[in-house]
Structure formats: C-alpha cells, structure tokens
C-alpha cells in the first residue's frame, strides 16, 4: 500500500493524489486525513474519516487498483505515480 497513486474525480476532472505512508497514514494532495485505518489485509485497506465516512483501497496482485469514497459513493481506478508531485518545496529534497 505504501506509496503514491493517482485518481481523476470525473466531476471536475482534477487528478488528485493518494498517498499512503508508514506509519500508515492516508494523504490526499499531500494532506493527512483525519480518521483510522480499521482494516489491513492483502486485498484491502480500509481508512474511517471523522465523518464516519470509509475509503477503501483495493489491492490486485499486491497493488492498489482503486479506491472507493463513502461519502461521494464513488470508485476511482488509481495508478501508480511515476514521479513525486507535490506542492511542497521541502518534500523535493
């Protein structure tokens, strides 16, 4: 799971970036999101927000493939970023 991934939100049509790091925290566009992870396996990882709202990311032969949001009922394929985009100047070092 670790690692960055991105998404399109068809709504608007910005990409958008996962990132999961270890510890496992869950980022998107380089913000943590507040909640837990609840579940961990080899096929899921299942991420509470505050709102009581779960996103849930999909593993296929051990790598994410897409990620459900509760809160829009939505399922967005991910792929693997290739290079490290961020808005933040000190993460580039």
Not at 18 to 46: A, C, M, N, S
Request: proline share 6%; charged share 30%.
């Amino acid at each position: 799971y670790i690692g960055k991934w991105n998404f399109t939100d068809d709504l608007n049509g910005r990409i958008h970036v996962l990132q999961i790091t270890e510890p496992p925290d869950v980022l998107i566009d380089g913000r943590k999101l507040p909640g837990k992870i609840v579940h961990l396996d080899e096929k899921e990882l299942l991420f509470l927000d505050n709102y009581g709202y779960h996103l849930r990311v999909d593993l296929s032969e051990h790598k994410p493939i897409s990620l459900f949001d509760e809160a829009d009922n939505q399922v967005y394929p991910v792929t693997r970023c290739e290079t490290l985009q961020t808005n933040d100047p000190a993460s580039e070092k």
